[in-house]
């Protein structure tokens, strides 16, 4: 089984910064794919940005610029670090995990902006 556990939501001001922390446990393989999505009330579930094992990125237009996503594949944990941030990011975020025996979710941990 494999277990993610998000930290590091909570309620800031526009403009201000949060660190995300996934860290994931239990019977990892390579975790190729590591990622945050984004799931705001009446809305679908998007990406964020994602990292492989190699260290290539990739964003969300919508965050480029003001987010960046980082792992560290000795602590088994991916990062996000939320700069600039906006009301419109408002929602619970969710890190992802794909390794060769599947995909797994974390519970999700809740970021709100306040304007």
């Given at each position: 089984q494999?277990?993610?556990?998000?930290?590091?939501?909570?309620l800031v001001q526009?403009?201000?910064s949060l660190r995300l922390s996934c860290v994931a446990s239990g019977?990892?393989?390579s975790m190729n794919f590591m990622g945050w999505?984004?799931?705001?009330?009446?809305k679908q579930r998007e990406?964020?940005?994602?990292?492989?094992?190699?260290g290539r990125t990739n964003y969300a237009d919508?965050?480029?610029?003001?987010?960046?996503?980082?792992?560290?594949n000795a602590?088994?944990?991916?990062?996000?670090?939320?700069?600039?941030?906006?009301?419109?990011d408002t929602a619970v975020?969710?890190?992802?995990?794909?390794?060769?025996?599947?995909s797994y979710w974390g519970q999700g941990t809740q970021v709100t902006v306040s304007s």
């Open positions: 494999v277990q993610l556990v998000e930290s590091g939501g909570g526009a403009g201000g019977r990892l393989f999505y984004r799931q705001a009330p009446g990406l964020v940005a994602f990292i492989t094992r190699d919508s965050v480029k610029g003001r987010f960046m996503i980082s792992r560290d602590k088994n944990t991916v990062y996000l670090q939320m700069n600039s941030l906006e009301p419109e975020y969710y890190c992802r995990v794909d390794q060769m025996t599947g």
